[in-house]
């Protein structure tokens, strides 16, 4: 029997920037690490082609629309792919969702795992959503680096008791971030193949309750991801299938100004989705180094219903930062509620992953 595929892929922006971070000379180095991460029963392949395609923003981003779709195609319709790795965020996703037959998924004799987060929203949701598919909006392997920066920066005094200036901080989490990137990316893998393989992911997904109540056990969905790639969702072609009646609606965005929060949290009110919706999970949302998530649920609570009660959790491990935690889209997955005085009780999210597994331990 062949061996289970796990296809590296950059749908969105390229991914050459990502190789030269890692110290990765060629899309085959970067293959080849994957295959050292996961061990040797997994096949690891990329297209190197469209993985360090050159991007352009005076001309419309990438030229390569075709022959991305054609990838995503393939990897839909081959059932011995078991997961599909996206290496990038970014843009240029979005507009080539529409050209997907998503309908082979129904016909698969596997499932197909789909991890990615940002641009990567559409794809995760209208994949885990289907009955083969397993939608796992987590960071691209290529992210920590980035997010890892940012983390140092504001936890300086943790990581270094030396008093320092502007200009050595930001020198400082740059060699800290690059210090740790290739194991944050073996990581990475470890935990693609871990959970694939049912035995969980390494990162428990914990929060807060910040309104509303919970029971001490409930069972949640959810859908949803990063807030300006979850509104061209709500049009009538994904509608169909991203409904968010009885769900947990996930948001989470970055370097979007308060009246435009306000302005998307609006779209999913005029679509429903908050009338419909079981709760909300707001992740990380922040302006540069500057935290939102006081100002983020400020807004909110313009959005909510005023005739119910809709509970609200806010985490920190999901969203454009580090570290993060896996949040599965589209099943039912366990959210517990440690019940104590007054606001902000603790919520602990679980799924039975070893009836998820794919892949065979």
Not at 124 to 152: C, Q
């Amino acid at each position: 029997m062949s061996k289970p595929i796990i296809h590296l892929a950059a749908p969105a922006n390229p991914a050459g920037a990502m190789l030269r971070s890692l110290k990765f000379n060629s899309t085959k180095e970067l293959t080849d690490a994957v295959r050292k991460a996961v061990g040797s029963r997994y096949r690891v392949r990329a297209k190197a082609r469209l993985v360090e395609a050159a991007v352009d923003d005076q001309d419309g981003g990438r030229n390569d629309d075709n022959a991305r779709v054609k990838e995503l195609q393939s990897v839909i319709e081959d059932d011995r792919v078991v997961a599909l790795v996206t290496l990038k965020g970014g843009g240029w996703l979005t507009r080539i969702i529409p050209h997907i037959d998503f309908q082979p998924l129904q016909k698969r004799r596997t499932p197909l795992a789909v991890f990615g987060f940002s641009e990567i929203t559409p794809l995760v949701n209208l994949i885990g959503l289907r009955k083969r598919g397993y939608g796992f909006y987590y960071m691209t392997p290529g992210y920590p680096t980035t997010a890892m920066e940012r983390y140092a920066r504001l936890n300086i005094t943790k990581l270094k008791q030396t008093p320092m200036g502007a200009k050595a901080i930001g020198a400082f989490a740059k060699r800290w971030a690059q210090r740790q990137a290739r194991e944050q990316f073996d990581a990475y893998f470890r935990d693609v193949a871990s959970t694939i393989e049912g035995s969980g992911p390494s990162r428990t997904l914990t929060g807060n309750l910040i309104s509303g109540s919970l029971s001490k056990e409930t069972e949640a969905t959810f859908i949803g991801g990063c807030l300006s790639l979850v509104t061209p969702l709500t049009v009538a072609k994904y509608a169909r299938h991203i409904k968010p009646a009885g769900k947990w609606i996930v948001l989470e965005d970055l370097e979007e100004a308060p009246h435009r929060i306000d302005r998307q949290f609006a779209h999913l009110k005029l679509a429903g989705w908050f009338e419909q919706c079981a709760g909300v999970l707001i992740g990380d949302f922040h302006m540069g180094d500057r935290d939102q998530t006081a100002e983020t649920l400020a807004i909110l609570k313009y959005h909510l219903p005023s005739d119910r009660s809709v509970p609200v959790i806010h985490t920190k491990f999901v969203g454009h930062t580090w570290p993060q935690a896996i949040l599965p889209i589209g099943r039912k997955i366990m959210v517990r509620c440690e019940k104590g005085r007054g606001r902000n009780e603790k919520v602990t999210m679980t799924w039975p992953h070893e009836r998820w597994r794919i892949v065979d331990s």
